[in-house]
């Protein structure tokens, strides 16, 4: 296989597992799954004297619930990453149309953390000097 066949098969997986992934987390996060959910471990409960609250009869629902965690949190991530991607290109389409918004604000969330901690600083110090400015404010109109 060349390398565009194997780009194109890539993004044919991903975007498979995409559209699964944010099918099942609609549906695995639905009234009905929950109640199913909820009805699995009621039936459970109900046949542990049938089998006489066997270590086997643990077992199942153990191993049930194991396996059914580890897939959903492959499940969630994937549905993290792709609302955080799209809000941040929500965002950086805001920041792009507005003519005051600074264009150095696009894609900050690839920067280090030293460098997020930076501009956080700055933001500090500008709300700091904002909330100054309104409390002289305040207390100038307060006076008069």
């Given amino acids: 296989m060349n390398q565009q066949a194997i780009e194109a098969h890539d993004l044919t ?6 559209r699964f992934a944010a099918v099942a987390s609609g549906w695995l996060g639905s009234t009905w799954a929950f109640a199913g959910a909820g009805l699995v471990v009621v039936v459970w409960a109900a046949t542990g ?12 629902i ?3 619930t194991s ?9 969630i991530q994937n549905t993290q990453n ?3 991607r799209a809000i941040n ?5 805001l920041i792009r149309a507005m003519d005051s918004a600074r264009n150095q604000m696009i894609d900050i969330e690839r920067l280090s953390d030293l460098e ?3 501009m956080q600083a700055t933001y500090e110090k500008i709300k700091t000097s904002w909330t100054t400015r309104q409390s002289r404010t ?6 008069k």
């Avoid at 396996?67 to 499940?75: E, G, K, Y």
């Avoid at 290109?89 to 389409?93: Q, T, V």
Wanted: aromatic share 12%; hydrophobic share 50%; charged share 20%.
């Fill in 13 to 18: 997986v991903h975007d498979h597992f995409g």
């Fill in 49 to 60: 004297p049938i089998f006489h609250f066997s270590d086997h009869w643990a077992m199942v």
């Fill in 62 to 64: 153990s191993m049930g």
């Fill in 67 to 75: 396996i059914a965690t580890f897939l959903m949190v492959f499940l």
């Fill in 82 to 84: 792709r609302d955080a």
């Fill in 89 to 93: 290109l929500k965002l950086n389409e």
């Fill in 116 to 118: 997020l901690d930076e």
């Fill in 138 to 143: 305040a207390r100038g109109s307060q006076e």
